[in-house]
């Protein structure tokens, strides 16, 4: 049968296993880009959506709910938010991701940043309704950005998180498979 | 026969009781957080887990400083240095009259038997970051309980007020700035002592004085400092200036616009000022209770956290 999305990266190669000390360190980076000095926050994407969805599509095994619920614990202490909106937003975000692990994989990246786009929108979603529900206004649709460079963004993290688990190239003419 | 499968296709509970599990224990974080404020111990303690990470990201800009502070030409500090000294000697000639009027104003409170007013205590700070959050205007400066730094202490900066602390951590406090929709400050028009309230705008940056009667006496271009009834902020620092009103016939308010004195929204060095305890009890409810208590010194009924002054 062939594989119908040949540029696909997932049909090209075969990974070697991630490690749970890259995941946990690229965890700790995103939290760590969310809590640098931003300017405009609009238009920064949330980084912690964007590679707790990236470890869910690659790795749903190893990473789900509870890791996505913790995270959010964590983005809800730093930011001095309502304790539970980001847990909520980012269970869900984590139980979808987990979900369509298996359809997105078939896609090419470009394919993919289409899914992860209406992902994080879906979890902005979430996030307002919680707010609005707790007597927020709604703050404009300028929220929409951030998830939109966000998924903008899902090639490059996908090549920079997927380099630890690459092996070198080695051509062998006279393999069997 | 029994089957069970064997260990390594076991993948725990299904993924959607998963989801309802962790869901449902967010959900009742949010209630207990947004109704009863019972989660104020949890979060203190995840505070100082995320505080390593706070500090790591606030390096690059510090370190950035350093650097570029390294490399100042010396003319360059020469001229700061003289722009300094005449900046120091107009600042001490104010002084002076300052402390000249502090003094008399201490002699005419102690005549007329006021209450004198404490020496206030002023903690700097450095604002960290700004909250990922678009619903409300936070910042989170570096200094927190062990510091001295209490939940409701008053913010400013060199030009004047910029917020309030709301939430006080160990290492780190949560201060709501004056643009935030939910924050209020008592405010009086410098020109004629005229009071009211400030409330904040929201993503405007701006301040409103909400139920002014049209026809109240205010003009653009007014100064309004904190008028210090609420016994928060200490009276007289600057807030803001008028910036423009909208007068309706139609209407029985105005609609007046202010743009905040201080650097509300940019500048990274604060103070943190401690909040002045010799003022009044509040009154209590009924006319009875007031008498039999009379003459006694109550204690300050303690305020939550979040509220606004």
Redesign the interface.
Same mark, same amino acid.
Request: no cysteine.
């Given at each position: 049968m062939p594989v119908p999305f040949p540029n696909s990266p997932s049909a090209q190669s075969i990974l070697l296993p991630a490690r749970p000390g890259t995941i946990l360190g690229s965890l700790?980076v995103a !939290? !760590?880009?969310?809590?640098?000095?931003?300017q405009n @926050?609009?238009l920064?994407p949330?980084f912690v959506a964007l590679v707790l969805t990236f470890w869910c599509v690659r790795q749903p095994?190893l990473v789900?709910?509870?890791a *996505?619920?913790l995270l *959010?614990? @964590?983005?809800d202490?730093?930011?001095?938010?309502?304790?539970?909106?980001h847990? !909520?937003t980012y269970?869900?975000l984590a139980?979808a991701a987990?979900?369509l692990s298996r359809h997105m994989l078939w896609f090419p990246l470009w394919g993919q940043a289409l899914h992860v786009a209406a992902l994080l929108l879906f979890a902005q979603g979430v996030a307002t309704l919680?707010?609005m529900a707790?007597g927020?206004?709604f703050?404009?649709w300028? @929220?929409t950005i951030g998830p939109l460079f966000g998924a903008a963004l899902w090639p490059l993290v996908s090549v920079l998180l997927l380099l630890p688990q690459r092996r070198p190239v080695d051509v062998d003419e006279n393999r069997a498979i | 026969m029994e089957h069970t499968p064997p260990p390594f296709f076991n993948?725990g509970p299904a993924?959607l009781v #998963?989801?309802v599990f962790?869901?449902s224990?967010?959900?009742?974080?949010?209630v207990?957080?947004?109704r009863f404020r019972y989660?104020e111990g949890? #979060?203190s303690v995840?505070?100082l887990?995320?505080y390593p990470?706070?500090s790591?990201?606030?390096l690059?800009?510090t370190l950035g400083a350093r650097i570029v502070g390294y490399f100042a030409s010396q003319s360059q500090l020469h001229e700061e240095n003289a722009e300094l000294r005449a900046k120091l000697l107009d600042a001490s000639q104010a002084a002076q009259r300052f402390e000249a009027a502090q003094a008399e104003t201490g002699q005419l409170r102690r005549l007329i038997g006021a209450a004198e007013r404490l020496p206030l205590k002023a903690t700097p700070a450095e604002?960290?970051?700004?909250? #990922?959050?678009?619903?409300?205007r936070?910042v989170?400066i570096d200094k927190g309980s062990q510091n001295g730094v209490n939940a409701g202490s008053p913010v400013v900066d060199q030009n004047g007020v910029i917020g309030q602390v709301t #939430?006080a951590h160990a290492l780190l406090s949560?201060v709501t700035l004056l643009t935030d929709?939910e924050q209020a400050i008592p405010v009086q028009v410098l020109r004629n002592g005229l009071r009211a309230i400030a409330f904040g705008a929201?993503?405007s940056g701006m301040l409103e004085l909400r139920f002014m009667a049209s026809n109240a006496e205010i003009q653009n271009g007014d100064k309004l400092v904190t008028s210090g009834i609420d016994g928060s902020y200490p009276p007289g620092l600057p807030v803001a200036t008028v910036a423009r009103i909208e007068r309706d016939a139609t209407d029985a308010f105005a609609r007046i616009v202010c743009q905040p004195a201080a650097g509300v929204e940019s500048g990274a060095y604060v103070l943190v000022l401690g909040r002045e305890s010799n003022r009044l009890a509040y009154p209590e409810h009924s006319g009875a209770e007031r008498e039999k208590n009379l003459g006694k010194i109550r204690k300050p009924r303690k305020k939550d956290a979040g509220a606004i002054p």
């Open positions: 700790a !939290l !760590l880009l969310g809590f640098l000095p931003w @926050i609009a920064v949330d095994r789900g709910l509870g *996505g619920w *959010g614990l @964590i983005t202490v730093g930011n001095g938010v309502l304790l539970g909106q847990a !909520l269970s869900l139980f987990s979900t919680v707010r707790a927020a206004d703050p404009g300028s @929220i | 993948r993924p #998963r989801l962790f869901a224990l967010a959900l009742a974080l949010l207990l957080d947004a989660t949890l #979060r995840l505070v887990a995320v990470l706070q790591l990201a606030t690059p800009s604002i960290l970051y700004n909250s #990922r959050d678009p619903y409300s936070k989170v #939430r949560e929709k929201g993503a």
